[in-house]
Nanobody
Framework: VQLQASGGGLVQAGGSLRLSCAASGRTFSSYDMGWFRQAPGKEREFVAAISWNFALTYYADSVKGRFTISRDNTKNTVYLQMNNLKPEDTAVYYC???????????????????????WGQGTQVTVSS
């Protein structure tokens, strides 16, 4: 599957953005999906994840209550709604896909970059204070 992230931009603190990740291929609906981000000078970190069947969603503590991950399998797209953005949310955001039966949901593996075999190109989010 190929992933294409979009929706990033410049927003003031307290504002909102919705990121989209469009996937190619007919197997998207069977993939668990995640969002990660990488700020300048920092390592890439987990943001949010959603299971293939919508049943499970997970969030980093830093975004819980502000970000919402969702997906539309009819459109082969996963979303990240980001509200009440803060300057510390500034980063390049990446979407990622995990193959079925990869152990994604075991031992919080959804937080690990290595659990995802497919990555989008990233979209820049900049939050000004």
């Amino acid at each position: 599957v190929q992933l294409q992230a979009s929706g990033g931009g410049l927003v003031q603190a307290g504002g909102s953005l919705r990121l989209s990740c469009a996937a190619s291929g007919r197997t998207f609906s069977s993939y668990d999906m995640g969002w990660f981000r990488q700020a300048p000078g920092k390592e890439r970190e987990f943001v949010a994840a959603i299971s293939w069947n919508f049943a499970l969603t997970y969030y980093a503590d830093s975004v819980k209550g502000r970000f919402t991950i969702s997906r539309d399998n009819t459109k082969n797209t996963v979303y990240l709604q980001m509200n009440n953005l803060k300057p510390e949310d500034t980063a390049v955001y990446y979407c990622a896909g995990s193959r079925p039966q990869s152990g994604w949901n075991i031992n919080a593996n959804y937080r690990l970059q290595g659990s995802y075999g497919y990555w989008g190109q990233g979209t820049q989010v900049t939050v000004s204070s």
